[in-house]
């Protein structure tokens, strides 16, 4: 890292940092310690707080098990529930591996095969399987769910002098607190919905066989740190992904540390049906600034917001209007009125961002980053 | 304005704002100054360069003739003119109407049925035809083509004490340098090429006219200011609009004053076919580009750029690079490539936009404004 020049940008614009995300370009910073190293790379870092990722011999090193858990996912498919999943262990992460000291790799550990069968049930042809043995039982309450719907692996690495190494991995189990299933192929969907304790005590005891498996694995050590997540996945139908409910780093060996238990709620507003929003002041606001951006054109197709809570408190909106105008002064026009109106309207204090978008696609965005006062903003235009 | 606090902001962000385009919450500031007024607000602005957008009764004040450009592009159907002309005519009304004084307003003089007319050609039922009458051929080259395809319209607002009145009107005439036509319904589409002299003379010519009823409708006073510029539409299967030849003001009254001509080009990169490069530095630091972050990805669908030129000096890029990989890490390590690839590769001292798109939409995007040295990037997330 180029710290003098990092410094001197951040005395003088600490708070446009995290907002406008300036490009910090320091690339190669893996590969001025030794000749071996040549053929690593890293992407080089918007911010302080972001990961630089690996490049190997010029290309990104992907996951083997990319894709795999969209493949698993077909039952309780929902697409917010993988993207969050990613993000939240991404942001564990931070906290054990300093993006100041690791860089970022997609996971390489676990292959599509070892993780097809992880995710699989217990079984004579697949011992491996942490998910209970079918115990032939069709019935909600008394067949034996699927607990774990998604595995997903991020590697942190370090200078190894002539390279890069592993020094961290982060591990998330995707857990399902309802398990749809068929009882016949192709016949109507069942769902047994699984309680907090019980998916808090399945979760932990594969974890537990998860750090033992990763223990014995090639290039890991006895002390390489495994930060190991249990991640809640949302419901089907939801339009937000679900959260993390609690977390441990295995610092050595298969002792599994304390688990820390996480408080994170995510929403969508408008709650719909007879739904009570987790917080009515938040839920007020929002719906003020919906009625007055409603106004503006004679017709929006409609605004719904991602909101997310953190030990009960505001920690972030995610907000996207519809709207079939598209014309490029009316959205310039409609993007300065949605920031004037998200500014007087909405919480404060809490980063927001605001996608304005069209069945062309994009239109505009806003976004306002934690402790900043005023919303930057972006049209996607064309010459 | 709240100048007090905009030249605070400027004094310490001079290059930033920019860059991020920081909003400068002002709104109401038509309806400070009468008890009448209060039917109309503003958007708020921004950034200082760019127009405030009235607000009438709680309502934006869309055009009558809105969406009247696109039912007449049928044929040389680009929606890129459209965005293209709209902004062009924004940016050439800056110089007349200072963003300062003036508030944006959508056209309001030209109704659908009147714009719809003046599109049409000259005929017994249609006077008002602005396109020459049918001469019945049906030869490219001896019949008469459709010059005008399109007709812009932008209000620019000022107070007036007790509301606020037009004072200036700004008019861009979409003129067609290929002529898409059938000889039957539903026939072949033959095209007719229109040279560059007829187009300037013929434009010029409608000019004239419209100035003439401009200057009689209502609202419109003897010594309202009208500027008007003749657009040259790009071909229909262009992958970026056309550019502006020409403008002029009509201070007062029927004269149209002199003739101002503008020397932009527009291309896309990579060329195709045996088409050159309109500079050829530009186009090999492009190639570069897109070789270096082609190779990041296994697969990579594509990049294009749209390339702005003026006086044939290079004046912007908006770059689009379209992906199949979209999971959270994935783009981030890609968008954080891309910026480093960017600022090394690409010509420095340039606006340049670069937008990550897959088939699930915008992923991320990356924006370096005039003078800045940096790409502030958003990543579309999720939580």
Not at 32 to 44: D, F, I, L, V
Not at 276 to 281: H, Q, R
Request: charged share 15%.
């Amino acid at each position: 890292m180029k710290k003098t020049l990092l410094a001197g940008l951040m005395f003088s614009l600490v708070i446009f940092l995290s907002a406008c995300g300036k490009l910090n370009f320091d690339s190669g910073s893996g590969s001025t310690s030794g000749t071996k190293s040549s053929a690593y790379q890293t992407t080089g870092a918007v911010t302080s707080d972001m990961y630089q990722g690996v490049i190997k011999n010029g290309r990104y090193q992907i996951s083997s098990a990319r894709g795999l858990t969209l493949q698993q996912n077909t039952q309780g498919s929902n697409t917010y529930n993988i993207k969050s999943m990613e993000n939240g262990l991404l942001n564990l992460s931070k906290e054990q591996f300093s993006p100041q000291k690791y860089v970022f790799q997609e996971g390489q550990l676990l292959s599509t095969s070892v993780a097809r069968n992880w995710l699989g049930r217990e079984s004579s042809s697949n011992p491996d399987g942490l998910n209970p043995k079918d115990n032939g039982k069709k019935d909600p309450d008394t067949r034996n769910p699927i607990y774990l719907q998604q595995v997903l692996e991020q590697d942190y690495m370090v200078d190894s002098g002539d390279g890069m190494k592993l020094g961290g991995i982060s591990i998330a189990l995707g857990l399902n607190k309802v398990d749809y299933y068929t009882k016949t192929q192709y016949g109507a969907q069942f769902s047994t919905t699984i309680s907090n304790a019980t998916l808090t005590e399945k979760g932990e005891a594969m974890a537990k066989k998860v750090v033992e498996r990763l223990r014995k694995m090639n290039g890991v050590s006895a002390d390489t740190p495994i930060l190991i997540g249990l991640y809640v996945q949302a419901e089907s139908d939801s339009l937000v992904g679900g959260t993390f409910s609690n977390y441990t780093v295995a610092k050595s060996g298969t002792n599994l540390g304390t688990w820390q238990n996480l408080n994170e709620q995510n929403e969508v507003l408008p709650v719909v049906g007879n739904n009570k929003a987790l917080n009515t002041n938040v839920a007020n606001d929002f719906s003020n600034f919906t009625t007055q951006i409603n106004s503006f054109f004679p017709t929006l197709a409609g605004t719904t917001a991602q909101v997310h809570y953190v030990d009960k408190e505001l920690a972030g909106m995610k907000i996207t209007i519809n709207t079939q105008f598209y014309g490029e002064t009316e959205i310039m026009s409609f993007t300065q009125y949605v920031g004037t109106s998200a500014n007087k309207l909405l919480p404060s204090g809490v980063p927001i961002d605001i996608t304005i978008q069209s069945v062309q696609g994009t239109q505009a965005f806003l976004s306002r980053a934690n402790g900043d006062k005023s919303f930057y903003s972006h049209i996607f235009d064309s010459y």
